[in-house]
């Protein structure tokens, strides 16, 4: 209750939500953008090359089937729950 008084819940709060998101895509980029080689598959470097803010978290995120590479579906899937 003291925090309200003192006006700092709804700035910390966005605060807090503003560093959650951070690591997350900005923007939607397609598969082949992000898939530098042409392997078929992101690896966490061409992740980190295409999204600089991205931390290790985010990209184990999108690895749904835990393997270390990003697959096309797997992408989309990540980038429909958190590119604008």
């Known amino acids: 209750m003291h925090l309200l008084k003192r006006g700092l819940v709804i700035p910390g709060l966005t605060l807090l939500m503003t560093m959650a998101c951070a690591a997350q895509p900005v923007q939607y980029a397609p598969f082949e953008a ?39 579906e797997e992408w989309e899937t990540y980038m429909e729950r958190f590119a604008p």
Do not use: Q, R
């Open 34 to 72: 992000v898939d530098h080689d042409g392997s078929g598959i992101v690896e966490w470097y061409e992740f980190k090359k295409a999204y600089p803010e991205a931390t290790p978290k985010s990209f184990l995120e999108a690895d749904l089937n835990k393997d270390g590479d990003l697959t096309p």
